[in-house]
């Protein structure tokens, strides 16, 4: 495809003199050949001739193009190509060791994650999780040096209300706290304190401003028993947030943690920037007065202050949360989100002459190395995180698309145009639960909340599904159904089988979705072997390995393809059935290549599905092991190899393992 489009733009460049973007379709129709293009529509109205005309002249004239039999006229002038299927075939073996392309020099870092250590992560965190980490998987077989960071929020107001739940509503003590974080449920006994919290604060909205005020700025300046135990509370949730993700396969290089973006002085640096650039106005009146404002051109000045802010902070009218975006710091001198992000975002393309130091981060998950930012002494073995990135992708809920644009604002007031362009929002809407599953989760509904096609979830209210209890009631259900199918497998064989379908249920379920869609989560729905769910791409591995089995064990793994066959046995009406697997079975780089060029990693399980749906249909048509042919039964076992070989990798890409039985 790739030597098609510059073949054409060359060609047209020379011939016309006229520079294009070739675009390139896939043909509703095999017999229409693999790739079409309509450029001879745009080319007509320029050279005022007939498309197909200037079609015809391009079709004659384009010469041999590696891997492309021959290119037709179409239509009205559509220029379709067809690829050489013995090539193609060729090529796609060659694929099929499923190496990654050569690593660029440039770096990328993918943020992700990024939960307020304040509570149990929940499934909206697991989609965020979900999302960086196949972005981070196909960033890099297409040959991305990424690295993997998640910002700790551990000096925000989501903090501040769990000390203030701990030291005020249950006056407890730092070392009471200590021994509770020592508990393996601390993060959920947090879900609920926050709720708690929510609702004291709700009683008392002037207490709440002052309670929180002095409870941030405490933190903030790291003093007294509201920072000691905001560092517990922290500290004790992230290392459960890590243990949550890992049962995922999720995992992460480098824990950028707020308290250092304020104690090594990274704000202070940047403060100084924002305002000597004139970023960033202090307001001398209105309910503004005292604040470091960004200037906005669509003004709505309606602003509160007292108001938190915060990446879960989502329950405010758009206005106020619009609104209080714009203040970089408060009136009281303590610095908002968006704040610590510009300077976040300034040190991540290396504007800011400074660099944290670095310690590993203790009792990480089993087999994984996690660093993390630290003010104490720099560990000379860390590796160089501080070196500048070309592109940043922040993986943030949809919600905060208007504090991202702000964040890419600062980069731009400040003259960092490209940088701000390289500033990627991979944004994506909320997880919300079918009544069918809040119901199996124990949640009880009103009469209109069971009629709804989804119940939103809060975490602010305590309510929503806890992404460990998700991943236990999936894994539950599936050893039940693995105990059924397999009971001579070892009790770990089931426990391990029972866990990669979980997960790649739940992946799956989550990936197939675009970014912008709204998510009604269902167990009964993720978990079906039929339709597009991750257990029926994982169950076509499996068939497929059965057959490889079968095949071995009868000898028939041994025969060699020759070249004269391929070509033989991909012509005519039913060559055109094999030939279609196969094109599907050597696109896995054009869907990686799609996945990066939209920022939509739905592109890869759409992929996988059909790949896994295209080969289930080659199986019901053709008797792969009894064919007597011995070249056809060869190619037929070739293909279905190259098969799993590309729906393995897909998946991989998606973070889903294929066990050995289902």
């Known amino acids: 495809m790739n030597r098609l489009r510059e073949a054409l733009a060359g060609h047209i460049r020379e011939?016309?003199?006229?520079?294009?973007?070739?675009?390139l379709e896939r043909p509703p129709k095999i017999e229409m050949g693999e790739a079409a293009s309509p450029v001879c529509f745009e080319l007509a109205k320029r050279l005022k001739k007939a498309p197909r005309q200037i079609a015809q002249e391009i079709a004659h004239g384009l010469g041999k193009v590696e891997g492309i039999a021959r290119v037709e006229v179409a239509g009205g002038g559509y220029l379709n190509a067809y690829f050489d299927r013995g090539a193609f075939w060729a090529s796609a073996r060659?694929?099929?060791s499923g190496e990654s392309r050569a690593v660029s020099g440039e770096k990328t870092i993918v943020e992700h994650t990024s939960i307020n250590p304040n509570k149990a992560a929940h499934i909206g965190h697991v989609r965020n999780a979900v999302l960086g980490d196949t972005m981070v998987r196909i960033l890099r077989h297409a040959g991305n040096r990424v690295q993997i960071q998640n910002y700790i929020d551990n000096t925000g107001v989501q903090v501040a209300d769990v000390v203030i739940g701990f030291l005020h509503m249950e006056q407890r003590t730092p070392i009471g706290v200590k021994v509770m974080a020592q508990e393996p449920k601390f993060d959920y006994y947090c879900w609920d304190l926050y709720a708690k919290a929510t609702n004291f604060f709700a009683e008392d909205k002037e207490r709440a401003a002052k309670l929180r005020g002095e409870t941030l700025r405490a933190i903030e300046e790291g003093k007294g028993e509201d920072a000691e135990v905001a560092q517990v509370v922290a500290d004790?949730?992230?290392?459960c947030h890590l243990r949550t993700m890992a049962r995922l396969g999720i995992g992460y290089e480098l824990l950028a943690r707020e308290s250092e973006i304020l104690h090594l002085h990274f704000w202070d640096a940047a403060f100084e920037i924002?305002?000597?650039?004139g970023t960033i106005q202090l307001a001398t009146s209105g309910k503004m007065a005292g604040c470091w404002i960004m200037p906005w051109e669509d003004e709505k000045t309606r602003i509160n202050t007292e108001n938190t802010e915060g990446p879960e902070d989502t329950e405010k009218t758009e206005e106020e949360e619009n609104s209080q975006d714009k203040i970089i710091v408060r009136s009281n001198g303590t610095v908002t989100y968006v704040g610590k992000d510009i300077a976040y975002q300034l040190w991540k393309f290396g504007l800011l002459a400074k660099d944290f130091h670095y310690r590993k981060w203790p009792n990480a998950p089993e087999g994984q190395t996690v660093w993390a930012t630290t003010s104490e002494a720099n560990d000379p073995a860390a590796p160089h995180f501080g070196e500048p990135a070309s592109s940043v992708y922040n993986v943030i809920d949809a919600r905060q698309a208007y504090l991202q644009k702000v964040v890419a604002a600062g980069l731009r007031a400040l003259g960092h145009e490209k940088e701000a362009e390289h500033s990627i929002h991979l944004s994506y809407e909320i997880v919300a639960l079918t009544p069918r599953c809040a119901a199996e989760m124990g949640y009880e509904l009103t009469p209109e909340e069971a009629k709804k096609p989804y119940v939103e979830v809060s975490g602010r209210k305590g309510f929503g599904v806890k992404a460990d209890d998700l991943l236990d009631k999936l894994e539950a259900a599936t050893i039940e159904e693995v105990q059924q199918r397999h009971a001579e497998m070892s009790a770990e064989e089931q426990k391990l089988t029972a866990h990669a379908i979980a997960v790649g249920a739940l992946r799956f379920f989550l990936l197939k979705f675009t970014r912008?869609?709204?998510?009604?989560f269902d167990f009964k729905d993720a978990l079906s072997f039929e339709g597009e769910t991750g257990p029926y791409c994982q169950y076509a591995v499996v068939r497929i390995r059965g057959i490889r089995r079968k095949g071995k064990e009868a000898g028939a793994t041994d025969e060699v393809v020759t070249k004269e066959s391929v070509s033989r046995l991909l012509a005519g009406a039913e060559g055109n059935s094999l030939?279609?697997?196969?094109?599907?079975?050597?696109s896995l780089d054009y869907a990686v290549d799609a996945a990066i060029a939209t920022q939509e990693p739905a592109f890869m399980a759409k992929y996988a599905f059909q790949l896994a749906q295209a080969f289930n249909n080659f199986y019901h048509r053709h008797h792969i092991l009894s064919e007597a042919d011995e070249q056809k039964r060869a190619f037929l076992l070739r293909l279905t190899e190259l098969v799993e070989a590309q729906l393995v990798g897909a998946l991989s890409l998606l973070g889903i393992e294929a066990p050995e039985k289902m």
Do not use: P
Request: proline share 0%.
């Open 579 to 586: 030939w279609e697997l196969l094109v599907a079975a050597g």
């Open 15 to 23: 011939k016309y003199g006229v520079e294009l973007a070739i675009v």
């Open 94 to 96: 060659a694929e099929q």
């Open 236 to 239: 004790t949730i992230v290392g």
């Open 516 to 520: 912008n869609a709204i998510i009604a």
């Open 274 to 277: 924002l305002k000597k650039s």
